[in-house]
C-alpha cells in the first residue's frame, strides 16, 4: 500500500538523500505525468525527477520560463508524487523569479507539495541575456539551500550552471559557478551538455566531494552507466527524452497511418491489457 501524508514524504526525502550518499550511480529518469511516473516506478526505478520540458510539451507549449508557471509546475509533481511510492524530485527552472528570495520562496513551496529535492539553474530566461551574473548565481543558490536547510527532513538542492546549453561553451565559467555553488551548500552539481569524458571528470574533481548529476539523451552524449560511473558521476537524468521518444512514436504512427493508410504501428504497441492491468494496480 503506498504510504500518504507527511511522514511518507520525510521517508522519500531521507530515500532520495541516501541514494546519493551510497555506493554506485543511480538513474533518476523524468516522467512527465501520472501515468509515466507509474511507468517508471514499476520498472523498477528508485527516484523521479519532474520535467520542464516534458510538462511542456504535454500541455501543448514550448518549454522556456514563460511557457509553465509555478503553480502548474507543483501541480504536475503533486500528480506524480501521488501517483507514486518513489521520492520525487522537481525541475525548478530558475526558481520562477530572478530574486533569491524567489528562489527560497519556490523551495519552500517545492517541500510543501512533497517533493524530495529540486534544481535551480542560473539561466534567466531571457534570451538576450541568458545567465545570471556570477554574483547574483550565487546569492540565489546560497537563498535556496537556506530554505532548504530550514525543512525538518533532508531536500537535495541540486545547482545548475548553464552556460553550455545556452550558447556559452565556457567551462572554466561554468566550474567557477559550479565550485561556488557547492561551497554554498548545494548538495549535487549539475552542467547540461558536458560532451566529453574529459570535461565530466573535470567537473566531478572540482566540486568533489559533492555529487554530481550528467543529464543523457541530449545529442552528442552517448555514455553507458558503467562508463559515467568510472568518471565518477553520481546521478543521471534524461531530461525530455522519454516525452520525445513518446512523441516520435506517435508521430511514426501518425504519418503511417497518413502516408501508407496502413497501421502496422500497433504491432509494436503496449497492448491495451497490459496498460490496463499496470493501473489496476494502483
Given at each position: 500500500m503506498k504510504p500518504s501524508g507527511e511522514n511518507s514524504f520525510q521517508a522519500r526525502a531521507e530515500a532520495f538523500h541516501a541514494l546519493h550518499q551510497q555506493a554506485g550511480i543511480f538513474v533518476a529518469p523524468n516522467p512527465w505525468d501520472a501515468g509515466s511516473a507509474k511507468v517508471l516506478e514499476t520498472l523498477g526505478f528508485k527516484a523521479l525527477a519532474t520535467t520542464s520540458a516534458g510538462l511542456a510539451f504535454a500541455l501543448g507549449k514550448p518549454d522556456g520560463h514563460a511557457a509553465v508557471g509555478r503553480e502548474e509546475t507543483l501541480q504536475n509533481a503533486r500528480q506524480i508524487i501521488n501517483a507514486t511510492t518513489l521520492p520525487v524530485a522537481a525541475d525548478l527552472e530558475n526558481g520562477f523569479g530572478d530574486a533569491p528570495s524567489a528562489c527560497a520562496e519556490t523551495i519552500l513551496l517545492a517541500a510543501t507539495a512533497g517533493l524530495a529535492g529540486g534544481s535551480i539553474e542560473d539561466a534567466t530566461g531571457q534570451p538576450?541575456?541568458?545567465?545570471?551574473?556570477?554574483?547574483?548565481?550565487?546569492?540565489?543558490?546560497?537563498?535556496?539551500?537556506?530554505?532548504?536547510?530550514?525543512?525538518?527532513?533532508?531536500?537535495?538542492?541540486?545547482?545548475?550552471?548553464?552556460?553550455?546549453?545556452?550558447?556559452?561553451?565556457?567551462?572554466?565559467?561554468?566550474?567557477?559557478?559550479?565550485?561556488?555553488?557547492?561551497?554554498?551548500?548545494?548538495?549535487?552539481?549539475?552542467?547540461?551538455?558536458?560532451?566529453?569524458?574529459?570535461?565530466?571528470?573535470?567537473?566531478?574533481?572540482?566540486?568533489?566531494?559533492?555529487?554530481?548529476n550528467v543529464i543523457m539523451g541530449l545529442s552528442g552524449g552517448h555514455f553507458s552507466l558503467q562508463q559515467l560511473?568510472?568518471?565518477?558521476?553520481?546521478?543521471?537524468?534524461?531530461?525530455?527524452?522519454?516525452?520525445r521518444a513518446a512523441?516520435?512514436?506517435?508521430?511514426?504512427?501518425?504519418?503511417?497511418?497518413?502516408?501508407?493508410?496502413?497501421?502496422?504501428?500497433?504491432?509494436?504497441?503496449?497492448?491495451?491489457?497490459?496498460?490496463?492491468?499496470?493501473?489496476?494496480?494502483?
Amino acid at each position: 500500500m503506498k504510504p500518504s501524508g507527511e511522514n511518507s514524504f520525510q521517508a522519500r526525502a531521507e530515500a532520495f538523500h541516501a541514494l546519493h550518499q551510497q555506493a554506485g550511480i543511480f538513474v533518476a529518469p523524468n516522467p512527465w505525468d501520472a501515468g509515466s511516473a507509474k511507468v517508471l516506478e514499476t520498472l523498477g526505478f528508485k527516484a523521479l525527477a519532474t520535467t520542464s520540458a516534458g510538462l511542456a510539451f504535454a500541455l501543448g507549449k514550448p518549454d522556456g520560463h514563460a511557457a509553465v508557471g509555478r503553480e502548474e509546475t507543483l501541480q504536475n509533481a503533486r500528480q506524480i508524487i501521488n501517483a507514486t511510492t518513489l521520492p520525487v524530485a522537481a525541475d525548478l527552472e530558475n526558481g520562477f523569479g530572478d530574486a533569491p528570495s524567489a528562489c527560497a520562496e519556490t523551495i519552500l513551496l517545492a517541500a510543501t507539495a512533497g517533493l524530495a529535492g529540486g534544481s535551480i539553474e542560473d539561466a534567466t530566461g531571457q534570451p538576450n541575456d541568458p545567465i545570471y551574473p556570477f554574483e547574483l548565481a550565487v546569492e540565489r543558490v546560497k537563498a535556496a539551500v537556506a530554505a532548504a536547510r530550514s525543512l525538518p527532513y533532508p531536500f537535495v538542492l541540486t545547482a545548475r550552471a548553464e552556460n553550455l546549453i545556452y550558447g556559452r561553451p565556457d567551462l572554466r565559467d561554468t566550474i567557477k559557478r559550479l565550485e561556488a555553488f557547492a561551497d554554498a551548500g548545494a548538495d549535487v552539481l549539475f552542467a547540461p551538455g558536458l560532451k566529453t569524458p574529459e570535461e565530466i571528470t573535470v567537473v566531478v574533481k572540482a566540486v568533489a566531494p559533492r555529487p554530481v548529476n550528467v543529464i543523457m539523451g541530449l545529442s552528442g552524449g552517448h555514455f553507458s552507466l558503467q562508463q559515467l560511473e568510472d568518471l565518477g558521476v553520481k546521478r543521471v537524468s534524461i531530461g525530455s527524452s522519454l516525452v520525445r521518444a513518446a512523441y516520435g512514436a506517435i508521430f511514426r504512427a501518425a504519418e503511417e497511418i497518413l502516408q501508407q493508410g496502413t497501421f502496422t504501428y500497433t504491432d509494436t504497441a503496449k497492448p491495451y491489457g497490459d496498460m490496463n492491468k499496470l493501473f489496476e494496480k494502483y
